[in-house]
């Protein structure tokens, strides 16, 4: 059956749902597996002493309070976890993804699923934006 937000992402592909919908966490948060909470810089959790705004700096001062550090790329590397952020054309973030052990990557979107797919490029829209910037962490 098909999904409300498909239609909204042309280059998805292949994907498989792996949980029901929430508004429980959002794919910030989700993004460093943490699906306790929102991470959003205003009027939900946000890292104390990580920057505050909606530009990429702010959202990778916050997840280096995770221990993830600016990486050059998402391909697979065993005993490195993997994260990227998708950013707008004016540099403001708008979703993130993990990777995967099996090299997939999952993304909650919005208050709806979380699904694997197969590469960041999958969710390249305007909602989404472009994945620009990979993070890792030693898993």
């Known amino acids: 059956m098909s999904k409300p937000w498909e239609k909204k992402l042309p280059n998805l592909g292949i994907w498989i749902c792996r949980s029901k919908r929430t ?5 910030f948060a989700f993004a460093i597996r943490d699906e306790t909470r929102r991470w959003e810089p ?20 916050a997840y280096r309070t995770e221990g993830f550090e600016v990486c050059a790329d998402g391909a697979l590397v ?6 990227v952020i998708y950013l707008n054309d004016q540099g403001g973030f708008l979703h993130a993804a993990r990777q995967e052990p099996n090299g997939n990557w999952k993304s909650k979107l919005g208050d709806e699923e979380d699904i694997e797919h197969q590469s960041p490029e999958s969710l390249i829209s305007d909602e989404y934006g472009k994945p620009r910037i990979f993070m890792e962490r030693a898993r």
């Open 23 to 27: 508004r429980d966490y959002n794919c």
């Open 42 to 61: 205003y009027g939900y959790h946000w890292p104390e002493g990580a920057k505050k705004g909606y530009s990429a700096d702010c959202l990778i001062d």
């Open 78 to 83: 065993e005993g490195r976890e993997k994260i």
